[in-house]
């Protein structure tokens, strides 16, 4: 491929996503153009783009809408666009429009796009090229009476899953017949109803695995690296809550082993641009999961341990240059966790807390990285993603990295609405996290962080008035 140079991307999602790549935008010397739905007109990242164009009053239409994406990208002067991640991220129909009308994709193709965005296909094509799968079906199922049979040749328990799924939704776990067949129809409905498709498959379900996955970076000349694995097994409903770069509970030689694996999974279906390849670990029994052909939430703990700007690569590898590095050029060290700040209330079933912030001041001080997009008096829409900012915290040390996580949580004020920060701080807090043992059962065993109790989570009146003094104090 011959290699041209990006003037100008249009970045096709909003938030803390749309930030960072403005960002990465600002730092390449690249124009940036926002693009936003009436809700999120005051969202920080149309204020740090270069240019912003509305898509309109509905929340969500525009975001999900490939042709007016592309389209808007030609008459705006964009070389490129960039998907960030959910949206059309994982959608091939904007990579096709994108190549269609001139326009450069940040991210693989769009036939990898779908090929691996579909689960079942992926699971064939990791098989061929001897990475090993979780056992499973060869395909998608048809009836409850074929997953019935297919449930006694795995064994119980097993998972339902949604063929083109993400997010942890679509996921059911079935512990005997009777449960399979009350959650099968469950899992169709759920996959329709979010992901436009009733296709779902099954696979045998690894009691208590750890979520392992790799970060991939390839080139459009054969070049795949890998910068290592984070450890994403501090989930609830399998969503990720709190993420670890490298994984503290692993050694060197199942980390070089699962590197290879992800680089050989890339090169296998001719990955071009960055990627995760996620894994289940079970002992030392490595099983390949899915592959996202995109940024990911949590890419910010693998660039901090690595100093590798992920964003920063995407772009130089659209233009068709090499990657910055050989395999042998990239390191880690230290540790870095990702705490996922969501906008939910702990105490009440996790449920969204959106509305304005009254006051927010951003913790800071040595080892830490706060990605998000929100400011004291913004308004959190209630249409997207609870995840309201990333607090990434870095250190030598697993115990530093540990304690630093803590206090930053406690240099921080975030006031107006509920979040899941004083929940992350019980579990840092926590022996056998603490002891780095650990894995995607410790949420839902350990329903008690949730209860805590701590002058922290003052009453709202107490909020309000916080709030009013630090408004009037002006800090
Ligand atoms: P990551 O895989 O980067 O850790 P998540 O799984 O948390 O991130 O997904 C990030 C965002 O993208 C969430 O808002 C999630 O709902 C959305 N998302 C992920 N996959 C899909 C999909 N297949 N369809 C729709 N939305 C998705
Ligand atoms: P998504 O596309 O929504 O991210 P994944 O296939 O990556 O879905 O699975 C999300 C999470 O669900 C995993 O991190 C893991 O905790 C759990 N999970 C998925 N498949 C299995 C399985 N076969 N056995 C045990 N847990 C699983
Ligand atoms: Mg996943």
Known sequence: MKSTTIRKVLIANRGEIALRIVRACAEYNIRSVAVYTEPDRYGLFVKRASEAYSLGEDPLAGYLDPLRIVNLAVETGCDAIHPGYGFLSENP???????LKGIIFI?????????????????????????????GTDGNLDSVEQALTEAERIGYPVMVKATSGGGGRGIRRCDDADDLRKQFPRVISEATKAFGSAEVFMEKC??????????????????????????CSIQRRNQKLIEIAPSPQIGEELRARLGELAVKAAEAVGYCSAGTVEFLLAGDEVYFMEMNTRIQ????????????????????VAEGKELSYRQQDINY???????????????????????????????????????????????IPPYYDSMCLKLVVWALTWEEVVARAQRAIDDMRLHGIRTTANYYQQILKHEDFQNRHFDTSFVARHPELSRYSDKRHPSDVALAVSAAIAAYAGW
Not at 93 to 99: F, G, I, N, S
Not at 111 to 134: L, S
Not at 297 to 316: A, F, K, P, S
């Open 333 to 379: 060290r230290g540790y870095a966790i990702q705490l996922r700040i969501n906008a939910e209330d702990p105490k009440n079933d996790f449920l969204p807390s959106f509305g304005r912030i009254t006051h927010y001041y951003a913790p800071g001080g040595p080892g830490v990285r706060v990605d998000t997009a929100i400011y004291t008096g913004y308004e």
């Open 93 to 99: 129909e904007l990579a096709r429009l994108c190549e």
């Open 297 to 316: 939430v949590e890419h910010t703990i693998t660039e901090q341990i690595t100093g590798v700007d992920i964003v920063r690569e995407q772009l130089r």
């Open 107 to 135: 991210g693989p193709s769009a036939e990898v796009i779908q090929r691996m965005g579909d689960k079942t296909q992926a699971r064939i094509a990791m098989t061929e090229a001897g990475v090993p799968v979780t056992p």
């Open 206 to 231: 690894i009691v208590n695995p750890k979520h392992i996955e790799v970060q991939v970076l390839a080139d459009s000349h054969g070049n795949v690296v890998h910068l290592f694995e984070r450890d």
